[in-house]
């Protein structure tokens, strides 16, 4: 398998801040990662894959200006929620391919997102 | 892009029994598929996942057969406990090692 930590788990902010997620492969380097967006009850939504050292390709829907991501090294991706809202709440989750089959993705433990 | 439907959206089973999960896919060009457990407020954890070389993977109590002429495939657990209580999720690939998932299951396992 392989190790991918998140931090923070858990964070609450107000209204039209910004919050930073980082996303990180432990024991392994990643070019690239996946960033979801799980809404409570509902499955897990694709929004990013983060590319090291090149730009981010988004999914239709996904604003890129509101949602930044930053791949600066091979073990860590950070997604920047900027100017948060209410609707923004969620649980974000990353992932990064195994090793062995880069077809295999391992999860984050996930970030509570909670915009007051 | 890629579509994936999953049924049924909630199952329960009695201690013991089977439980099925069956899910559909768009992209022919698919060829990996994977099946995550996800308990409340947890990552996804990947349980069991098949190829498009093979029909069907086994782990222990866990199976999953595929279907490539119709584009479906399936989960099965067997001997059923109450810690397979959890939400499943079925995924598919396609293009660049992206992942589209299914909608969910919500297994209950009643003792």
């Known amino acids: ?116 | 892009g890629e579509n994936v439907e999953q049924h049924p959206s909630t199952l329960s089973v009695q201690e013991g029994d089977s439980a099925v999960i069956k899910c559909t896919y768009s992209d022919s060009a698919s060829n990996y598929f994977p099946w995550y457990k996800q308990e409340l407020g947890k990552r996804p954890q990947l349980i069991i996942d098949i190829r498009s070389n093979v029909g069907e993977k086994k782990d222990q109590r866990i199976a999953v057969t595929l279907n490539k002429t119709a584009k479906h495939f399936s989960l099965h657990i067997t001997e059923t406990q109450p810690e397979d209580s959890a939400v499943y999720f079925c995924a598919a690939n396609f293009g660049n090692e992206k992942l589209t998932f299914g909608t969910g299951t919500r297994l209950t396992i009643i003792p």
């Open chain 1, 1 to 116: 398998g392989a190790v991918v930590s998140q931090h923070p788990s858990r964070v609450i902010c107000k209204s039209g801040t910004s919050v930073k997620i980082e996303c990180r492969s432990l024991d392994f380097q990643a070019t690239t990662m996946f960033w979801y967006r799980q809404f409570p009850k509902q499955s897990l939504m694709l929004m990013a894959t983060s590319n090291e050292g090149s730009k981010a390709t988004y999914e239709q829907g996904v604003e890129k200006d509101k949602f930044l991501i930053n791949h600066a090294s091979l073990t860590l991706s950070t997604l920047t929620v900027t100017s948060a809202h209410p609707e923004d709440s969620s649980f974000y989750i990353c992932s990064a391919p195994g090793r062995v089959h880069t077809d295999t993705q391992y999860f984050g433990p996930g970030t509570r997102l909670t915009v007051l």
